[in-house]
């Protein structure tokens, strides 16, 4: 996707984001999201073709590239794995802290069977994004358990966090460490199975 329509994206996007919280998640608050920001209404369909769907992957890879930069500033050099692995999901959440009623709304459309596949394929684009920021570039089998293991991690903790009211949310993150730990030990067990069986 080019520079320019990204652009566009992220001028409705920051209009919408406004919006949701009082007028709901509607395709119609996303199209005038776009009014907002000074385009035809036709705008929005051009750059979200698959209205709702569309808004919210793209509002999920905003919130990777803003994870991003917010991580430019961790030196990961005397980081642990499991610690750099846990500070991308916590860094996520903690920018989409804003936007939390927007993520509870989504939820509604992410659940419905049919937006399921697309649900997947962002949750573990989330997790490849963390992986490879963490230093992980495999490309065997364990790239797949690894990714597959954190998206879980992602969708658990993600869930924990809407529901969470603690102070900074304190529980979250002892829920977060706590995942990290047991998927870690799991990959481990999982990649010993399959160096035995090849």
Do not use: C
């Not at 999982?190 to 160096?195: E, N, P, S, V």
Request: aromatic share 10%; no cysteine; hydrophobic share 45%.
């Amino acid at each position: 996707m080019n520079t320019a329509t990204n652009n566009i994206k992220d001028k409705i996007l920051n209009n919408a984001l406004a919006d949701i919280p009082f007028d709901g998640l509607k395709w119609e608050v996303i199209v005038g999201a776009a009014e907002k920001a000074g385009y035809d209404a036709d705008v929005a369909l051009s750059v979200f073709p698959k209205k709702l769907t569309s808004f919210l992957a793209y509002f999920s890879e905003w919130a990777d590239m803003q994870m991003l930069d917010a991580l430019k500033s961790i030196n990961k050099d005397d980081m642990k794995i499991r610690d750099l692995v846990a500070e991308g999901v916590w860094q996520r959440l903690q920018l989409l802290t804003p936007y939390k009623d927007v993520m509870r709304q989504s939820l509604a459309h992410w659940i419905n069977p049919l937006n399921k596949p697309v649900a997947v394929k962002m949750v573990w684009a989330t997790s490849d994004v963390i992986w490879k920021w963490a230093g992980d570039n495999a490309t065997d089998y364990n790239k797949y358990t690894k990714r597959g293991l954190l998206s879980g991690v992602i969708s658990a903790t993600t869930l924990a966090w809407l529901n969470d009211s603690s102070e900074d949310h304190a529980k979250t993150r002892a829920f977060l460490d706590r995942r990290i730990d047991n998927v870690l030990v799991i990959g481990r067990a999982a990649g010993k199975i399959l160096k035995k069986k090849s």
